[in-house]
């Protein structure tokens, strides 16, 4: 059964920091591009960073690029999100998502099959 169980999101100030975790089942994180996509109220899903579980380069949204990390614990499956600098536009729930292929840049939420139930992260000004 797959699982995605994300934790980690909450209320912060602008200029804040959070720090999202996504525990993965073993059947879905091997091989797996993992995803965090995030959706804001009464938008759709963007793809905001992106990271092969076996390893090579994170994929960023611009608008994120020097500010998330996204980063990686084979030995437990977990996929992090580090999030500094964080601004009101940032606020959103938060999907961890894997699709079993390569990730590339400029990922849509289509290119994931599962996800998990998400973690809201609010950032107040």
């Known amino acids: 059964q797959v699982q995605l169980v994300e934790s980690g999101g909450g209320s912060v100030q602008t200029g804040g920091s959070l720090r999202l975790s996504c525990a993965a089942d073993?059947?879905?994180?091997?091989?797996?591009?993992m995803g965090w996509l995030r959706q804001a109220p009464g938008q759709g899903r963007e793809a905001v960073a992106m990271?092969?579980?076996?390893?090579?380069?994170?994929y960023y949204t611009n608008s994120v690029k020097g500010r998330f990390t996204i980063s990686q614990d084979n030995a437990k499956n977990i996929v992090y999100l580090q999030m500094n600098a964080l601004k009101p536009e940032d606020t959103a729930m938060y999907y961890c998502?894997?699709?079993?292929?390569?990730?590339?840049?400029?990922?849509?939420?289509?290119?994931?099959?599962?996800w998990g139930q998400g973690t809201q992260v609010t950032v107040s000004s």
């Open positions: 990271i092969k579980s076996s390893g090579g380069d994170p």
């Open positions: 998502a894997a699709r079993y292929a390569y990730c590339y840049f400029l990922m849509t939420q289509a290119d994931f099959v599962d």
């Open positions: 073993a059947y879905t994180y091997g091989g797996s591009c």
